[in-house]
C-alpha cells in the first residue's frame, strides 16, 4: 500500500524540493494534500502531476478565485489549516513535511503532531517560539520528529546514538552571508536585491535576508538549544563560507563528529522521506579541493551585532522568543519594501528587542498556540505604530 504524505507549504522552496523527491517515488506515495498560500497556479499543477485530491489555499481573495475556477476538477479546496483534521481524519498518515516560512507554521506543525508517524519540521519559527508546546504532543501521540534545518539535521543523525549529556559542545556553520567579506562602513547601501544574492543557497525571500544579518544563526542556536536540550554555552557558531560542513558535534568521549554534506536541502529532505525505508540518493563524488580547503571562524561581532542578543535570551523556551521572531519578521518586510535601509534593519531590530515592557515575557511560558499568535499580534500591532 502507498505511503500517506502531505506537503504544508509545498509551493515554497523546501516544500517544491519535497515535492520532487516524492514526485520520482509515486508507485510508494500517495500525496494527500498539499498547501499554499497565493500561489494557486503552482499548487494546482502539482496537485494535477501527483493526482493529490486536497488543497488549502491559505488567503482568503485567492481561495476564493481559486473555488470558483478548479472546484469542479475532482479537487477539494480549503482555506484554512483546521481542515487537515477532517482531510486526514483519525488514523495516522505516513510523514508531513511542515515547510511553511514564518509562525503560521505552527497551527500545522501542531495538528500534525497528531495525525503524522513522521513529522518533518523545516519552520524554525515554530521550533523556536513553540517548542515546549509542540514537544508534548510528539511525546503524547508518540510521533516521530525529524528538524530539517541542516545544521539540526546533522546533529539529530549524530544524536540518535549518543543521549544529550554526552554533548561536550556544538559548532553552527554559517556561510556568512553575501557580505561576510563586505565593509560594515557601506552596509547603509545593501538593497535588497543585492542581499537576496546567497552565495550557497537558494531560499525564500525572508530566510536569506536573515541569512544576511545572521539572525538566521541566532534562530538556529534557539532552534538547536529546544530541539537537543542544550544551554546556550554549549552551542557556538563559526562562520564557514563553503557550507559543506553543517554542524560540528563535539562529544565528551573525546571524539568529535564532524557532518559534511553539500548545500542542497534535498540530503534532508531525502533522508527525512526515507527514515524508515532506507534509500540511496544521487550525488557528486567527495570532492578534496573542497575537504582540504575548509575553513572555520569566529563570527565578527562588530559586523553582525545581532548575533549578540543570544547573550541575552531565556534558557527555558518563554514568550519572548515570540517577540523576537516578530520584531525580526516586522523589519524585515519593511526592508524587502525598501522602506528602510540595511543598517537601520540592523539597528532597529537591536532597539526594538530593547524595548523593557518586553523583558517579563522572558519568564512567561507559552502554554498554548493561543498565547503565542495573541502575542505575535499585540507586538505586530504596536510596531505597525512605530514612526520609522
Ligand atoms: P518560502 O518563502 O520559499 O516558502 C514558504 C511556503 O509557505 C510557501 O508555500 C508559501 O506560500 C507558504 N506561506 C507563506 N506565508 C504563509 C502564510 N501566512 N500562511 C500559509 N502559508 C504561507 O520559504 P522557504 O521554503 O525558504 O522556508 C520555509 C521555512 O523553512 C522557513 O521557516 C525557513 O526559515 C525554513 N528553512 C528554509 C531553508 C531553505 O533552504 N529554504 C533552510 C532551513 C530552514 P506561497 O508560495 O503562496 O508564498
Ligand atoms: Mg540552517
Known amino acids: 500500500m502507498k505511503k500517506k504524505v502531505v506537503i504544508i507549504g509545498s509551493t515554497g522552496s523546501i516544500g517544491f524540493k519535497t515535492f520532487n523527491v516524492l514526485k ?11 498547501t499554499t498560500h497565493k500561489n494557486v497556479r503552482q499548487v494546482i499543477k502539482q496537485a494535477t502531476e501527483f493526482k493529490v ?8 481573495k485567492k481561495f476564493n478565485l481559486a473555488v470558483k475556477k478548479y472546484s469542479k476538477n475532482n479537487l477539494n479546496i480549503f482555506n484554512d489549516f483546521e481542515s487537515i483534521k477532517n482531510i486526514i481524519g483519525r488514523k495516522k498518515i505516513y510523514y508531513s513535511m511542515i515547510s511553511v516560512s514564518g509562525l503560521e507554521g505552527l497551527k500545522p506543525t ?4 497528531e495525525l503524522s508517524k513522521n513529522l518533518a519540521v523545516v519552520n524554525k519559527e515554530s521550533l523556536i517560539c513553540g517548542w515546549s508546546i509542540i514537544q508534548k504532543k510528539l511525546i503524547k501521540f508518540k510521533t516521530n520528529f525529524i528538524p ?3 545544521e539540526h539535521y546533522s546533529i539529530f543523525t549524530v544524536l540518535k546514538n549518543y543521549s544529550y549529556s554526552d554533548v561536550e559542545k556544538v559548532y553552527i556553520t554559517a556561510s556568512g552571508g553575501p557580505f ?16 537576496l544574492k546567497h552565495p550557497n543557497w537558494k531560499m525564500g525571500k525572508k530566510i536569506t535576508i536573515d541569512s544576511s544579518t545572521l539572525m538566521n544563526k ?7 538549544k529546544n530541539l537537543f536540550n542544550l544551554s546556550y554555552n554549549k552551542i557556538s557558531i563559526l562562520t564557514h563560507p ?19 554534506h553539500d548545500p542542497d536541502m534535498t540530503i534532508p529532505i531525502h533522508n527525512s522521506i526515507y527514515s524508515d525505508i532506507r534509500k540511496k540518493i544521487k550525488t557528486k563524488e567527495l570532492n578534496f579541493k573542497i575537504l582540504n580547503n575548509l575553513s572555520f571562524n569566529n563570527v565578527d561581532k562588530k559586523k553582525f551585532p545581532l548575533v549578540k542578543l543570544l547573550d541575552h535570551l531565556p534558557l527555558k523556551n518563554s514568550l519572548y522568543e515570540t517577540i523576537l521572531v516578530t520584531v525580526n519578521d516586522f523589519f524585515v518586510y519593511k526592508f524587502l519594501e525598501k522602506k528602510i535601509n540595511y543598517d537601520k534593519l540592523i539597528n532597529l531590530i537591536s532597539k ?20 503565542i499568535y495573541k502575542l505575535r499580534d499585540y507586538v505586530s500591532l504596536k510596531l505597525s505604530r512605530l514612526s520609522i
Open 242 to 260: 563553503k557550507s559543506y560542513v553543517h554542524a560540528i558535534i563535539k562529544l565528551n568521549n573525546g571524539i568529535t563528529k564532524i557532518i559534511a
Open 352 to 371: 526594538t528587542l530593547n524595548i523593557k515592557e518586553f523583558d517579563k515575557f522572558k519568564k512567561i511560558r507559552p502554554k498554548n498556540i493561543n498565547d
Open 24 to 34: 520520482k517515488d509515486k508507485k510508494n506515495f500517495d500525496i494527500i494534500l498539499l
Open 148 to 150: 530539517i534545518d541542516s
Open 53 to 60: 485530491k486536497n488543497i488549502i489555499i491559505t488567503d482568503k
Open 180 to 195: 561576510l567579506k563586505y565593509p560594515k562602513r557601506k552596509f547603509k547601501l545593501i538593497t535588497p536585491k543585492k542581499a
Open 110 to 113: 501542531l495538528i500534525l503532531s
Open 218 to 224: 541566532v534562530f538556529e542556536v534557539i532552534e538547536a
